[in-house]
């Protein structure tokens, strides 16, 4: 069983299916595989959890495009969710947290004190993070959700350079530690940036 556990380029993904095969075959609990193993109850019963993944998202976790820490926020998902987080967190290079965050916005907002966002907030974050490609949270200053801050976090140079083309005389910006931020006075203000951000671009 400790073969299993320490095989050398084995990921969480791997461990969770020799545990599942185990814990078949043997009909053992939990705490007697972990005893096996030399591992504590609950790292055992998380292994066993990444079952639940969807064979896309396993695959992913497999290949260490995303971590174990991640991959077991998605497996308490269903797998449509699953699928289309986990794509996102590979393509837009999310942490851990941000994964957390997208897949439990209630409980990441009652964590942070913030207020919970409406629907139609939520839907603004997504579909501009997809048009732009950068990751956008928006954090409304009061209980109307009309005022806030949009917060763009990107990873590369490049990322940065195409969204402030896309946002161009929007809004002040400033750029720093990977992140652009800009204040909305107003909902007029993010009108205009999704009009800019949904109207498909021509080649010059």
């Not at 066993?48 to 497996?75: C, E, F, H, W």
């Not at 393509?91 to 957390?100: H, P």
């Not at 942070?112 to 732009?132: F, M, N, Y």
């Not at 946002?167 to 940036?193: H, M, P, Y």
């Amino acid at each position: 069983m400790s073969t299993i556990m320490d095989w050398p380029g084995a990921t969480a993904g791997h461990h969770a299916d020799a545990l599942r095969e185990v814990k078949e075959w043997f009909n053992l609990p939990d705490i007697q595989i972990a005893r096996m193993a030399g591992k504590s109850r609950p790292v055992i019963t998380n292994l066993l959890r990444l079952n639940n993944l969807d064979p896309n998202v396993m695959l992913y976790l497999k290949l260490g495009k995303i971590s174990g820490a991640q991959a077991r926020t998605l497996a308490a998902l269903d797998r449509l969710e699953q699928i289309r987080l986990c794509n996102s967190c590979f393509r837009l290079g999310w942490s851990y947290k941000q994964l957390y965050e997208a897949a439990h916005p209630k409980r990441a907002a009652k964590q942070k004190g913030v207020v919970d966002k409406s629907p139609d907030v939520k839907r603004l974050e997504r579909i501009v993070t997809e048009r732009s490609g950068v990751l956008m949270e928006f954090d409304p200053s009061d209980q109307t959700m009309t005022q806030g801050t949009l917060r763009f976090k990107f990873g590369t140079v490049g990322e940065i350079e195409r969204l402030l083309e896309l946002i161009a005389g929007t809004s002040k910006s400033e750029s720093q530690n990977g992140k652009v931020e800009f204040v909305i006075e107003n909902l007029g203000q993010v009108d205009r940036l999704l009009s800019k951000l949904m109207t498909p671009r021509t080649k010059k």
